[in-house]
Nanobody, 114 residues
Framework: QVQLVESGGGLVPPGGSLRLSCTTS???????MGWYRQAPGKQRELVAS???????YYTTSVRGRFTISRDNAKNLVYLQMNSLGPEDTAAYFC?????????WGQGTQVTVSS
């Protein structure tokens, strides 16, 4: 079983920043990773992903504001979130997929409010 744990969420004012972290129980070397989010009443959506080679993808609504990165030596994936707005309020989930299946963390709540 692969275990993932997200951290770093919280309450932040509009325009503020947060950095989310995802720790994994297995090596993420040669593994693609992603951050998803789910707001109340909405489907879970892919926010950002990073391939084993370091190529990144961002959904259009966060492009230019969020940055995904990875530290393979520490089995860590980060999501730096800047210029946050109320539309970014959601539970954020780390995702890992390997030959055994898809794995998710428990989520960390991000609330953007004044």
């Amino acid at each position: 079983q692969v275990q993932l744990v997200e951290s770093g969420g919280g309450l932040v004012p509009p325009g503020g920043s947060l950095r989310l972290s995802c720790t994994t129980s297995r090596s993420i070397f040669r593994i693609n990773m992603g951050w998803y989010r789910q707001a109340p009443g909405k489907q879970r959506e892919l926010v950002a992903s990073i391939t084993s080679g370091g190529s990144t993808y961002y959904t259009t609504s966060v492009r230019g504001r969020f940055t995904i990165s990875r530290d393979n030596a520490k089995n860590l994936v980060y999501l730096q979130m800047n210029s946050l707005g109320p539309e970014d309020t959601a539970a954020y989930f780390c995702n890992l997929g390997d030959e055994t299946g898809q794995y998710w963390g428990q989520g960390t709540q991000v609330t953007v409010s004044s």
